[in-house]
């Protein structure tokens, strides 16, 4: 009876020591974002009339991907969309006053694609250091008219930071990014996450990235292969 108890809780532990300690970088996931824009730009609506929209807080998804290459390197892929509506004011730049508002839906989008390498500390901790291209696009609409013309943000963003093995099932994460282009203007921001795994596949994760004029974060399921 004791050996058949003890067989039992090692099969049941079998799954985690399969992973214990260990971090890969090859994985999909995909889940609930929520995106922030502050700080959005003008965009030209008719001749002497230009249009801002408030600050967009909008909810969507996301979808990441990484993949190793290697044993030392890695590439990564994202996108996160959402929608939000919000109020447009046009303003009038030869009288120098608000004409009028209107409520739009705005769309914002995010694409990441980048590389990253990774740096062993110590059994389960890993240095990050990361180089991407990153586009943020803006899509107004109103029940009257779609605007095509709005600026899209295309930049690129530097990335350095720690991912820590705290327990067989649970991993936490820090970046400190930097990011410029038209839609940041060096822009510093951090980010934070977790993962809590079921086993070697399967795992939820969280991320929260907060800097002066944008944030972000999502709540998800990863599959790691």
Do not use: C
């Not at 974002?33 to 600050?55: G, I, M, N, W, Y």
């Not at 890993?126 to 899509?139: F, N, P, R, Y």
């Not at 009257?144 to 350095?160: A, C, L, Q």
């Not at 282009?181 to 951090?190: C, W």
Request: no cysteine; net charge negative; hydrophobic share 35%.
């Amino acid at each position: 009876m004791k050996k058949e108890l003890v067989l039992a809780a090692l099969l049941a532990a079998a799954p985690f020591t399969a992973f214990a300690g260990s971090l890969n970088y090859s994985y999909v996931e995909g889940g609930y974002a929520h995106l922030a824009q502050d700080d959005v730009f003008s965009f030209r609506r008719a001749r002497f009339l230009s249009a801002r929209p408030e600050d967009v807080k909008s909810d969507g998804f996301f979808g990441a991907v990484s993949v190793a290459v290697g044993e030392s390197f890695y590439g990564f892929g994202s996108v996160r969309r959402g929608t939000d509506t919000v109020e447009v004011q046009v303003y009038d730049t030869f009288m120098g006053r608000v004409s009028y508002t209107y409520d739009a839906d705005v769309t914002v989008t995010r694409l990441n694609l980048g590389a990253g390498y990774h740096y062993g500390l110590s059994d389960g901790t890993d240095l990050l250091a990361e180089v991407s291209a990153i586009d943020t696009e803006l899509d107004i609409e109103d029940e009257s008219e779609d605007d095509g013309g709005y600026p899209n943000g295309f930049g690129g963003r530097v990335s350095v930071g720690v991912r820590s093995a705290l327990t067989d099932a649970f991993e936490i994460w820090g970046k400190g990014n930097y990011t410029s282009g038209e839609f940041y203007d060096s822009e510093l921001s951090a980010s934070v996450g977790m993962q809590y795994r079921f086993g070697p596949t399967w795992g939820i994760t969280g991320e929260i990235e907060s800097g002066s004029s944008y944030s972000q974060y999502t709540l998800g399921v990863r599959a790691s292969f």
